[in-house]
C-alpha cells in the first residue's frame, strides 16, 4: 500500500503497538534547554535512573541567556541558576552541553541542524513546541511536555498517539518579493492557528521545493502555530547538499549509505492524506500580522481590518490599531530580528543587504540577534554585523532574546515591534507589548524608515 512519507518514518519507529492504546515510539534525537529540564533531571534523581543513551542528547542555553555583556556574571538570578542547574545536570549525567559564551551555542533549533545532528528520517524531540523546525529535513520533529522530557531521558522512548495527516501543497513559483515567512504566514491565513490540529503537516509542491534549508526550516517552524503536531518536508538534492560535511553528518561510506535511505524518504504516489490544503504560491504577497495570533495576517500594503468578532477586537484594541489605517502607516518602536523562525545566516544576510548604506530611523531601537554563535561569527566573518552596526543595529550574541523576552531583552507596554519570530500573543516581547511578524527583509526596511515598509520602500521614500 502506498505510503506517505510520515507513515514510513512512523512505522521504522514503533517499538510496541496497543489495540486503541498510543505506541511506544524509539526517539533518534533528543534536544533539550535550560527552561523545560530542571524538574526532568530531578525526576531521574528521584527514581534513580540513569540517561539511557547520553549519546542521542544534547543541550543548550537559549531561552534566558543574556545576549550582551558575555563576560560579566548573569545578572538575573533566575537565568543564572537555570543555567547553572543546567550545567550541573548535564556533567551528572553524562550529556553533552553547549553553554552560553561558547561556540557552539545557540538556539536549541538552530544549533541541531547547524551541527549536522538533525538527519532525515529521524524522530526528534525536545520539551520545547518549535521543535518542528527540524521536520524541514524530513525528521519527524516534536515537541514534548516536561514529564515526557524525563520519560525520554529513562528510556528513549516516548508514547505517542498517532496523528493524522494533511498535505500542504504549494503549486507554482513565488513572486519575487515572497519570502519563506510570507509563505507560512500565508498558509496560517488560509488555515488558522486550529487549521493543523491533531495532523502532521507535509509540505509539497514546487514553491516548497524551491526552499533553501533555512526557508524550509521558517516554514516548519510554524507548523505548531496551526496547531498542528509536526511539519515535515521530504528529503531531496537541497537537503543532501546541506547536510554534507557537517560536523556530525555521517562520512564516507557511512554517507553513501545514508544517502541511499534518505532517497526512499517520500510520500509513494497514490497515498492518501487525511486532509488536504492547496495554494497557488502566485497568489501570496509580503505580510505582516496586525493581531495577537499569527494567523491574523494581512499584505503589508493592505489596511487594518474591521472586526469580525469579539476576539478581533480585542486584539485591535490591544494592539492599539484603528481599521482602516495602511500598514505602510504603522510606525514601530523596536525592530527585532532574530528567533528560531528567522536568526540563521540567509536570513541575516537578506536584511543586511536591506540595511547596507542606510541608518536606523532615529528613535527605533533595533536588535539583530543571531540563532548560533557560529552563525554570529559568520556574519562577522562576511562583513554582515559591521553593516547591521554601522546603521544603527545593535549587534548581539545568540539566544531566544526579544522572541520571548525571558531575559533582559523585553519591550515596555504599549511599545510596537516588528519581529521575525513566530508568535504575536499578548505580552510575548515584554507587558503590553505590540508584536507584528514580519519577514527578515521587511524588518529590515521597517527598521531604516521606522514604519512597515519593503525593501523597494527605502529608495522610494528616502529620494522624496
Ligand atoms: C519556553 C518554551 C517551553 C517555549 C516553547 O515550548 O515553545 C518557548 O520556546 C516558546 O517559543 O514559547
Ligand atoms: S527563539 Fe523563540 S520560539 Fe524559538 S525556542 Fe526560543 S523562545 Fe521559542
Known amino acids: 500500500m502506498p505510503k506517505t512519507l510520515f507513515e514510513?518514518?512512523?512505522?521504522?519507529?514503533?517499538?510496541?503497538?496497543t489495540e486503541g492504546g498510543p505506541d511506544l515510539l524509539y526517539i533518534d534525537f533528543h534536544l533539550m534547554h535550560e527552561v523545560t529540564s530542571p524538574h526532568a533531571f530531578n525526576k531521574l534523581r528521584q527514581l534513580g535512573l540513569k540517561v539511557r543513551r547520553p549519546d542521542l542528547t544534547i543541550a543548550t542555553m537559549d531561552h534566558q541567556v543574556p545576549t550582551n555583556n558575555l563576560d560579566l556574571p548573569v545578572e538575573d538570578e533566575i537565568a543564572a541558576q537555570q543555567m547553572e542547574a543546567l550545567r550541573k545536570n548535564c556533567?551528572?549525567?553524562?550529556?553533552?552541553?553547549?553553554?552560553?559564551?561558547?561556540?557552539?551555542?545557540?538556539?536549541?533549533?538552530?544549533?541541531?541542524?547547524?551541527?549536522?545532528?538533525?538527519?532525515?528520517?529521524?524522530?526528534?524531540?525536545?520539551?520545547?513546541?518549535?521543535?518542528?523546525?527540524?521536520?524541514?529535513?524530513?525528521?519527524?520533529?516534536?515537541?514534548?511536555?516536561?514529564?515526557?522530557?524525563?520519560?525520554?531521558?529513562?528510556?528513549?522512548?516516548?508514547?505517542?498517539?498517532?496523528?493524522?495527516?494533511?498535505?500542504?501543497?504549494?503549486?507554482?513559483?513565488?513572486?519575487?518579493?515572497?519570502?519563506?515567512k510570507d509563505l507560512i504566514l500565508g498558509i496560517l491565513k488560509k488555515i488558522g492557528t486550529d487549521g493543523g490540529v491533531g495532523h502532521v503537516i507535509e509540505y509539497r509542491g514546487e514553491a516548497i521545493r524551491s526552499l533553501s534549508m533555512e526557508g524550509r526550516m521558517t516554514v516548519c517552524n510554524m507548523t505548531i502555530e496551526a496547531g498542528a503536531r509536526a511539519g515535515l518536508i521530504a528529503p531531496d538534492e537541497t537537503t543532501f547538499e546541506?547536510?554534507?560535511?557537517?560536523?556530525?553528518?555521517?562520512?564516507?561510506?557511512?554517507?553513501?549509505?545514508?544517502?541511499?535511505?534518505?532517497?526512499?524518504?517520500?510520500?509513494?504516489?497514490?497515498?492518501?492524506?487525511?486532509?488536504?490544503?492547496?495554494?497557488?504560491?502566485?497568489?501570496?504577497?509580503?505580510?505582516?500580522?496586525?493581531?495577537?495570533?499569527?494567523?491574523?495576517?494581512?499584505?503589508?500594503?493592505?489596511?487594518?481590518?474591521?472586526?469580525?468578532?469579539?476576539?478581533?477586537?480585542?486584539a485591535l484594541k490591544y494592539m492599539g490599531l484603528v481599521p482602516g489605517t495602511k500598514i505602510k502607516d504603522i510606525e514601530v518602536n523596536a525592530v527585532f530580528i532574530g528567533s528560531c523562525t528567522n536568526s540563521r545566516i540567509e536570513d541575516l544576510r537578506a536584511a543586511a543587504q536591506v540595511?547596507?548604506?542606510?541608518?536606523?530611523?532615529?528613535?527605533?531601537?533595533?536588535?539583530?540577534?543571531?540563532?548560533?554563535?557560529?552563525?554570529k561569527k559568520q556574519a562577522e566573518d562576511e562583513g554582515l554585523a559591521e553593516i547591521f552596526q554601522q546603521a544603527g543595529f545593535e549587534w548581539?550574541?545568540?539566544?531566544?532574546?526579544?522572541?520571548?523576552?525571558?531575559?533582559?531583552?523585553?519591550?515596555?507596554?504599549?511599545?510596537?515591534?516588528?519581529?521575525?519570530?513566530?508568535?504575536?500573543?499578548?505580552?510575548?516581547?515584554?507587558?503590553?507589548?505590540?508584536?507584528?511578524?514580519?519577514?527578515?527583509?521587511?524588518?529590515?526596511?521597517?527598521?531604516?524608515?521606522?514604519?512597515?515598509?519593503?525593501?523597494?520602500?527605502?529608495?522610494?521614500?528616502?529620494?522624496?
Request: a neutral charge; hydrophobic letters at 35%.
Open 8 to 17: 514510513k518514518i512512523w512505522e521504522k519507529h514503533v517499538v510496541r503497538s
Open 355 to 375: 540595511v547596507k548604506g542606510h541608518k536606523v530611523k532615529e528613535g527605533v531601537r533595533a536588535l539583530v540577534v543571531p540563532g548560533s554563535m557560529k552563525v
Open 242 to 314: 546541506y547536510l554534507k560535511d557537517k560536523p556530525y553528518a555521517p562520512k564516507g561510506e557511512q554517507w553513501e549509505k545514508a544517502l541511499a535511505e534518505w532517497k526512499e524518504l517520500y510520500t509513494d504516489e497514490g497515498a492518501v492524506f487525511d486532509k488536504e490544503v492547496k495554494i497557488n504560491a502566485e497568489e501570496l504577497v509580503p505580510y505582516v500580522t496586525w493581531g495577537t495570533t499569527p494567523d491574523q495576517v494581512v499584505p503589508l500594503d493592505g489596511e487594518v481590518p474591521q472586526p469580525r468578532n469579539s476576539n478581533e477586537e480585542r
Open 91 to 180: 556533567a551528572e549525567f553524562g550529556i553533552q552541553l553547549h553553554p552560553w559564551g561558547t561556540l557552539g551555542q545557540g538556539i536549541v533549533h538552530v544549533i541541531g541542524p547547524e551541527m549536522g545532528l538533525t538527519q532525515p528520517g529521524m524522530t526528534i524531540v525536545c520539551g520545547d513546541s518549535h521543535t518542528s523546525t527540524h521536520g524541514a529535513f524530513g525528521a519527524l520533529a516534536f515537541g514534548i511536555g516536561i514529564s515526557e522530557v524525563a520519560h525520554v531521558l529513562a528510556t528513549q522512548t516516548l508514547l505517542q498517539r498517532k496523528p493524522k495527516t494533511m498535505a500542504v501543497t504549494v503549486e507554482g513559483k513565488l513572486p519575487k518579493d515572497v519570502t519563506a
Open 396 to 464: 548581539r550574541a545568540s539566544g531566544c532574546s526579544m522572541c520571548v523576552g525571558m531575559n533582559a531583552d523585553y519591550l515596555q507596554p504599549g511599545e510596537r515591534c516588528a519581529s521575525t519570530s513566530n508568535r504575536n500573543f499578548e505580552g510575548r516581547q515584554g507587558k503590553g507589548a505590540r508584536t507584528h511578524l514580519v519577514s527578515p527583509v521587511i524588518a529590515a526596511a521597517t527598521a531604516i524608515l521606522g514604519r512597515f515598509a519593503s525593501p523597494s520602500d527605502i529608495n522610494v521614500l528616502m529620494n522624496r
